[in-house]
């Protein structure tokens, strides 16, 4: 089976450019999460989104951050404009709630701002 | 809110040693416990989770944990540890809030493995 895929794998970029970073998530999930990973700060949740709406954006830092989902199979992360602070793991999860299921994790995408 | 602690930041152990991760959870009603391990370069990966019933869980790759409601703890145990087993392991809780399970992840424990 297909776990969660997520592209790109790594993305060097320079400040004020933009950034976007794509997830599929697992078949059949409703649900979709967006996550930032840093030494200082850990495992922090960006947005949620349930049945392609979202429903809890208060982890996203900024009004740089923004996300969508236009399809249960397809979710956005952009950030604009990217600043060297923003330089993180990202990671999407996905999860079926409607039975208490755990997240499944993609790989994660490695971003650099320079 | 619900709260994690994984009070150790890394840890090291001989190859075939026993483990045990510590983590210390916060949360007011039963909580949804799961143990993640991330390897470097990769997403985390589910080890195991605790709902509900029996409260010794088994999981993947040799894991088990145990959850202990009088001591708020999920530690996460192995009884004989190989050297793939070195990676960072995250400990997290699950609460129903605002009609989703939002889960609050520890600050992981990095676990080296020596010969």
């Known amino acids: 089976d297909a776990g969660v895929i997520q592209s790109p794998r790594h993305e060097v970029t320079e400040m004020g450019q933009e950034v976007t970073l794509r997830c599929k998530p697992i078949?059949?999930?409703?649900?979709l999460f967006w996550y930032r990973q840093t030494m200082m700060r850990g495992l922090e949740l960006l947005i949620y989104?349930?049945?392609?709406?979202?429903?809890?954006d208060s982890g996203m830092p900024e009004d740089r951050f923004s996300a969508k989902m236009p399809n249960a199979s397809f979710s956005t992360l952009k950030i604009q404009p990217s600043e060297p602070r923003d330089s993180a793991v990202y990671f999407c999860?996905?999860?079926?709630?409607?039975?208490?299921?755990?997240?499944?994790f993609g790989d994660g995408t490695r971003l650099s701002i320079l | 809110a619900q709260s994690v602690t994984q009070p150790d930041i890394h840890i090291t152990v001989s190859e075939g040693a026993s483990l045990e991760l510590r983590c210390n959870y916060s949360?007011?009603?039963?909580?949804?416990l799961f143990w993640y391990v991330q390897s470097p370069g990769q997403g985390l990966q589910l080890l195991l989770k605790?709902?509900?019933?029996?409260?010794l869980v088994q999981g993947i790759k040799g894991f088990e944990a145990e959850f202990k409601r009088s001591q708020s703890s999920f530690n996460l145990r192995k009884p004989s540890v190989h050297w793939s087993d070195a990676a960072e392991y995250f400990c997290?809780?699950?609460?129903?809030?605002?009609?989703?399970?939002?889960?609050?992840f520890g600050t992981g424990t990095k676990l080296q493995v020596i010969p």
């Open positions: 949360y007011g009603a039963t909580p949804y």
């Open positions: 989104f349930n049945n392609n709406v979202p429903i809890d």
């Open positions: 997290a809780v699950g609460a129903w809030s605002g009609g989703y399970q939002k889960v609050t």
């Open positions: 078949s059949g999930h409703n649900s």
């Open positions: 999860a996905s999860s079926d709630s409607s039975s208490n299921q755990p997240q499944h």
């Open positions: 605790y709902f509900s019933g029996d409260t």
